[in-house]
Nanobody
């Protein structure tokens, strides 16, 4: 059983920062790409950032100057550092990972349960 568990969300004032974490646990042989998505009320889920196993990163164009994705392969954890937060960053943030449970297992995508980020004064 594989689980992705996000943490670090909460209420923050505009201009503030938050660091989200997502830890993968369970039967894991390897983790390929890891990603952060977000979904604001009434909107579709959108990709925030992605990172490969070797550290190559991709960002949504509108967020790349304020958000930074990183990962710790030894801990099976991906992070999202969010700076200069704005009210429009308010959303549920989800992590997502492609991983293999065993050496011959196919790569399967898993989702976390999400963590709420609210930016408000």
């Amino acid at each position: 059983q594989v689980q992705l568990v996000e943490s670090g969300g909460g209420l923050v004032q505009p201009g503030g920062s938050l660091r989200l974490s997502c830890a993968a646990s369970g039967s894991i042989f390897s983790i390929d790409a890891m990603r952060w998505y977000r979904q604001a009320p009434g909107k579709e889920r959108e990709l925030v950032a992605a990172i490969t196993r070797v550290g190559s990163t991709t960002y949504a164009d509108s967020l790349k100057d304020r958000f930074t994705i990183s990962r710790d392969n030894a801990k099976n954890t991906v992070y999202l550092q969010m700076n200069s937060l704005k009210p429009e960053d308010t959303a549920v943030y989800y992590c997502n990972a492609n991983l293999r449970a065993g050496i011959v297992s196919p790569s399967t995508r898993y989702w976390g349960q999400g963590t709420q980020v609210t930016v408000s004064s």
